[in-house]
């Protein structure tokens, strides 16, 4: 494997955090999905759409996601780096397809154009499946920050690409969507080198160790995401300025590599020199495995007196979904993303609606905001698990009420109000997003995880379609007047004023929801903080006994 020797623990650990900085950058350019409204106006524009039909093709985009399904199948069969290049060679196809229909060098179908998105959507599950299952099994000590930090960088992802293309093409729409078709393949190439399951760690030492490379990546993840956000409030920059712009993305982008050399130089160098440290950290995960041991004894012989596991144990995908508490977590989560996906989608009209004739800048603000709602919410809600066992979902539930709170000020239409919400919207769906992808695995264990996390996936084609595709599109086509060529168009507040209502009304059901789940599984998250506080003493105690 090139650089890193797999026959040692220390050059294998490297390896490990090497995969993780290949996914990162995979998390940086897999979230082409929600980069709709930057060639939206022109897809509606060629072909002369109405809103409800290219709604539809918005829909059609996130309906490959229920074909998620199969990613979730295949990552319990298959190694990661086959489910990558599925991924990536499957975005080809259909960004390839919309990027030659965009420049006009082929001419397709209204259904064909269908089945082109629906691909597109269904390559980000493949790459978000090998990618998030992958490092929650091998972080599984960290999972809040895992799932933050990688959920994260999706949100990055839309602001990086439409930054690039604004730096480097002027906003053009085709140029853009072979940046989707490309770019991605060339991430996912290099993430099958090195990404691919690895032991986690095994004492709390190693685990205080690997907390504190997290906050090295989240402190990279917020220079990024402040950079990208200065970069949107620079008024027309001239080409050189575009092109130092991007140098210095790319080199920032790049700079998590030093994680896995310096883990890799700084372990290297200590090998085989601290005999008496080697001794005392043998003692302390022999008692550590001893403890979990008897544990997972007294957990197998309840196993043996009951015929569904408990939540928080190890389901099967059919157990899951024979739980209340799944159905409670799928439909609050399609409350979140499903309106969020809804403004997402239909941000460039919402935009021209209330008088904005470039629109780029709210799609970056909802991709940066949502890229800090992801990174927050994973660090902080780990935190609190661990300290205080306070429930996972209780954070979904917040955001709920904030996001309700934005669609009120969108609906009112106040001065500034498109981008108080689209700071709002990106920060709760990106809440909800990292939150509920680690309730899952932490509710009904990692051994279906793939299965299940895609499983709940299928809110977002869902959502689009409930929220995007029907409740948006149909009340802005009753609002707009008929244009000629046979599309339509909307000027004004009351455009979308209805539609917001009812997505607030949607919040407000799914923040009860999240009550509901947290009241039912605290039991779990006590479970994780009584663990988690008597790992920690058990070094200390044998660090006594080994002092006496």
Request: with cysteine; aromatic share 12%; glycine share 8%.
């Amino acid at each position: 494997m090139g650089f890193f020797e797999r026959s040692s623990p220390v050059s294998s650990t490297a390896l490990k955090w090497l995969g993780f900085v290949a996914a990162v950058w995979v998390q940086c350019i897999s979230g082409n999905n929600y980069t709709f409204s930057n060639y939206s106006d022109a897809l509606k524009s060629l072909m002369n759409l109405t809103q409800v039909e290219l709604n539809n093709l918005s829909v059609a985009k996130d309906v490959g996601k229920a074909f998620g399904l199969l990613a979730g199948l295949a990552s319990d069969k298959f190694p990661t780096w086959l489910i990558l290049v599925i991924g990536a060679v499957e975005g080809l196809v259909g960004y390839g397809a919309q990027w030659l229909v965009v420049s006009e060098k082929i001419t397709l179908s209204y259904w064909q154009m269908c089945i082109f998105l629906c691909m597109g959507g269904n390559s980000t599950t493949w790459m978000n499946t090998a990618v998030l299952v992958t490092c929650i099994r091998n972080f599984r000590k960290n999972r809040g920050p895992v799932s933050g930090i990688l959920k994260g960088y999706v949100g990055l992802s839309t602001a990086i690409f439409t930054d690039l293309c604004a730096a480097l093409f002027y906003d053009d729409a085709a140029s853009f969507l072979l940046m989707l078709a490309v770019v991605p393949l060339g991430a996912c190439v290099i993430a099958a080198f090195f990404l691919h399951e690895a032991p986690p760690v095994a004492t709390s030492a190693e685990e205080q160790e690997e907390s504190r490379y997290f906050w090295v990546f989240n402190i990279v993840a917020v220079v990024v995401a402040v950079y990208l956000l200065a970069y949107d409030f620079i008024p027309s920059p001239n080409t050189v300025f575009s092109q130092v712009f991007v140098a210095v993305l790319l080199v920032l982008l790049a700079s998590p590599l030093g994680i896995p050399v310096y883990y890799f130089f700084k372990h290297r160098s200590g090998q085989g020199t601290d005999i008496e440290g080697q001794v005392r950290e043998h003692l302390l995960v022999k008692e550590e495995k001893e403890a979990t041991e008897s544990q997972d004894k007294v957990e197998e012989v309840a196993k043996e007196e009951k015929t569904m596991p408990l939540i928080g144990e190890e389901h099967l995908v059919f157990e899951a979904l024979r739980t209340a508490d799944f159905w409670v977590m799928f439909i609050s989560f399609l409350c979140g993303v499903g309106t969020g996906l809804a403004v997402m989608n239909n941000m460039g009209q919402i935009g021209l609606a209330l008088g904005y004739t470039d629109v780029s800048i709210f799609v970056s603000l909802t991709s940066i905001w949502g890229f800090f709602g992801r990174i927050i919410s994973g660090t902080v809600s780990e935190h609190f698990v661990k300290k205080a066992g306070t429930p996972r979902p209780l954070w979904n539930a917040a955001s709920q009420i904030v996001m309700a709170v934005g669609y009120v000020l969108m609906a009112l239409a106040v001065p500034g109000s498109l981008y108080i919400g689209s700071i709002v919207v990106g920060i709760c769906y990106g809440v909800r997003l990292a939150i509920t992808v680690t309730v899952a695995s932490e509710l009904f264990g990692l051994k279906y995880y793939g299965l299940i996390y895609n499983i709940l996936i299928l809110n977002l084609p869902l959502g689009s379609f409930l929220f995007s595709g029907l409740l948006a599109g149909v009340l802005y086509d009753m609002e707009a007047t008929a244009t000629t060529g046979g599309g339509n168009t909307c000027v004004g507040a009351h455009c979308y004023r209805l539609v917001f209502v009812v997505m607030a009304v949607a919040c407000i059901i799914g923040f009860g929801l999240d009550i509901l789940l947290s009241v039912r599984c605290k039991a779990v998250y006590a479970k994780i903080c009584a663990r988690n506080r008597s790992k920690k003493s058990l070094p200390n105690s044998r660090r006594r006994s080994v002092k006496d």
